[in-house]
C-alpha cells in the first residue's frame, strides 16, 4: 500500500501553514461548537445539557464503532495510489450504507434498553439521535478523502460547517423561544448532514465515483479493522465518561461535565490538526524520517499546550461560571484536573497517527487499550462516589498512559530519541515566519 508517489507541488501545502490552516478550522469548529454548549445549557439547565450530551455520545460512539475505521484505509491508499479515488468514494457510499443501517439500529436498541439514572426519552428522541449515525460515518469517509488529496481548504469548510449550522438553527429556535432538547438533537443531525453533503459533492467533483470492487473493499476494511480496536479503545476512552456518567450518576452531573469536557477539546483540537496535516508525509517517510518528524512536531505542540493548558487552569472559573453561569459551578474542578490529561491525548495523537502512517496500526491499538483499561477500571470506581469529579481524574490518568505508551513503541520501532522531544528554539522558525509572512 505504501508508495513514493507524491502530489504535484501545486496541490501540496506547505505543511506548516497547513498546520496552522488545518488548526485554524478546529478552533472555529471548537467555537460554534462552545456556542451550541452556551446556549443549550443557558436555555435548558444542567439537566437538559446532560440530556443532549447523553444522546449525542451515544451516537456518535455507536458511528464511530460502526465505521469500522476504514476511514484509515481510504487516506492510506489513497494517499499511496490516486487513481483508486473514484472507486475509493464509491466505497465509502457503499460502506455507509450498509454500516450506518446496522449501526443506527444498535444505536436505538442501546438507549432503548439500557436504564439511565432520571433520564427518560421518547421513542421519537431516540429516533432521531440514531438517525445520525450513518450521517456521521458518511462525514468521516468523505473528510478522510478530501484530506488525502490535499484539498484541505474544502477539507475545513466541511468540518467547521457542522456546528456552524447547529449554531445558526439553535439561534433561530432559541429566538422565538422554541428551542427544546429535541429541537437541539434534530438541528445537530442537521448540521452533519450539511457538513456530509458539501463533502461529498466536492469529492464527487474533484474525483468522482466508481462502483469499487470486491478486493478493494476487502482491503479497505481488511486494513480498517487491524487499526479498528485501538480507535474503538481510544474513543472509548475519550468518550466512555459521558456514557457511564450518564449511566451511573445524572443528568445534572453529566451536563456539569460536558461543560468541562466542550473546554477540553478545544486544547486538544491542536494536536489532533497537526497529525492530521502532517499524516500524508508520514506515509511516505521512511521509518528513521517518520520518527524524527514525529518527534519535531511534538516539540512544537508541546509548547503550544503547555501554554494552553496553563491558562486554562488559571481562567477555569470563568470560563465555566462566567460563561455558562453559576449552575456550572461544579465543572471548575473538572477542568482543571481534564487539562493535564491534554499532554496525553497529545501524545497520542501525534505518534499513533505515525504508527498508523508506518503500517503498524495494531501498535497504536496497543497504546489505545492500556489507556482504555485503565479508564474502564477508573470510571467504575472513581465516578459512583466521586460523580464527574471522579470521570475527569480517571479520563485524565487515561490520557496520559495512551500517550505514554505510544511514545514508548514509537521509540522501539521508528528510533525515536527521547531526549530529540525537548523543544528547540529552531522549532518555532516556521511559525516566526509564517506571522512575518501575514504582517507583510
Not at 81 to 87: S, V
Not at 290 to 298: D, K, T, V
Not at 365 to 383: D, E, K, Q, R, W
Request: net charge positive; with cysteine.
Amino acid at each position: 500500500m505504501k508508495d513514493t508517489e507524491t502530489l504535484p507541488a501545486d496541490r501540496r501545502p506547505p505543511m506548516f501553514r497547513a498546520a496552522v490552516q488545518t488548526y485554524g478550522s478546529y478552533l472555529i469548529a471548537s467555537a460554534g461548537g462552545l456556542a451550541n454548549v452556551v446556549l443549550t445549557a443557558r436555555l435548558l439547565g444542567a439537566d437538559g445539557r446532560g440530556e443532549i450530551a447523553f444522546l449525542t455520545t451515544v451516537a456518535s460512539l455507536v458511528a464511530f464503532v460502526a465505521s469500522l475505521s476504514a476511514y484509515e484505509a481510504m487516506i492510506n491508499i489513497s494517499g499511496a495510489r490516486p487513481e483508486e479515488r473514484p472507486a475509493l468514494a464509491g466505497a465509502g457510499l457503499v460502506l455507509t450504507g450498509v454500516l450506518g443501517t446496522l449501526g443506527a439500529a444498535g444505536a436505538g436498541i442501546i438507549i432503548w434498553a439500557v436504564p439511565t439514572q432520571g433520564m427518560l426519552f421518547s421513542n421519537v428522541d431516540i429516533m432521531i439521535a440514531v438517525s445520525a449515525v450513518p450521517v456521521s460515518i458518511l462525514q468521516t469517509y468523505f473528510l478522510y478523502l478530501a484530506r488525502a488529496s490535499y484539498d484541505l481548504a474544502v477539507a475545513s469548510l466541511g468540518w467547521i460547517s457542522a456546528p456552524l449550522a447547529t449554531l445558526a438553527l439553535n439561534v433561530g429556535f432559541a429566538a422565538t423561544d422554541g428551542l427544546t432538547m429535541r429541537v437541539a438533537i434534530t438541528n445537530w443531525v442537521i448540521g452533519l448532514a450539511c457538513s456530509a453533503l458539501l463533502l461529498v459533492a466536492h469529492v464527487g467533483r474533484s474525483s468522482g465515483f466508481a462502483v469499487p470492487s470486491a478486493s478493494l473493499l476487502k482491503q479497505v476494511l481488511g486494513f480498517g479493522l487491524r487499526s479498528h480496536l485501538g480507535g474503538v479503545m481510544v474513543t472509548g476512552t475519550y468518550r466512555l465518561d459521558h456514557w457511564l456518567l450518564g449511566l451511573l450518576g445524572s443528568a445534572r452531573e453529566l451536563g456539569t461535565y460536558s461543560v468541562a469536557v466542550a473546554w477540553f477539546d478545544a486544547i486538544v483540537h491542536l494536536s489532533r490538526a497537526v497529525s492530521v496535516t502532517f499524516r500524508p508525509d508520514l506515509l511516505r517517510a521512511s521509518a528513521e524520517d517518520a520518527g524524527r518528524q514525529s518527534a519535531r512536531i511534538f516539540r512544537i505542540c508541546a509548547v503550544v499546550v503547555l501554554v494552553l493548558v496553563g491558562g486554562t487552569v488559571l481562567i477555569a472559573p470563568f470560563l465555566c461560571v462566567i460563561v455558562f453561569g453559576p449552575e456550572f459551578s461544579d465543572s471548575v474542578l473538572d477542568l482543571r484536573i481534564l487539562a493535564f490529561g491534554a499532554f496525553g491525548m497529545m501524545a497520542l495523537n501525534i505518534f499513533g497517527t505515525a504508527l498508523v502512517a508506518q503500517q503498524r496500526p495494531m501498535l497504536e491499538s496497543m497504546a489505545n487499550a492500556a489507556g482504555f483499561a485503565v479508564a474502564l477500571v477508573l470510571y467504575l470506581v472513581m465516578i459512583p462516589p466521586f460523580g464527574a469529579t471522579g470521570a475527569a481524574f480517571a479520563s485524565a490518568i487515561s490520557y496520559l498512559i495512551c500517550g505514554g505508551v505510544a511514545l514508548g513503541l514509537v521509540h522501539r520501532t521508528l528510533g525515536l530519541q527521547y531526549r530529540s522531544l525537548v523543544p528547540r528554539s529552531s522549532d518555532m522558525a516556521p511559525l516566526v515566519r509564517l506571522l512575518r509572512a501575514r504582517k507583510g
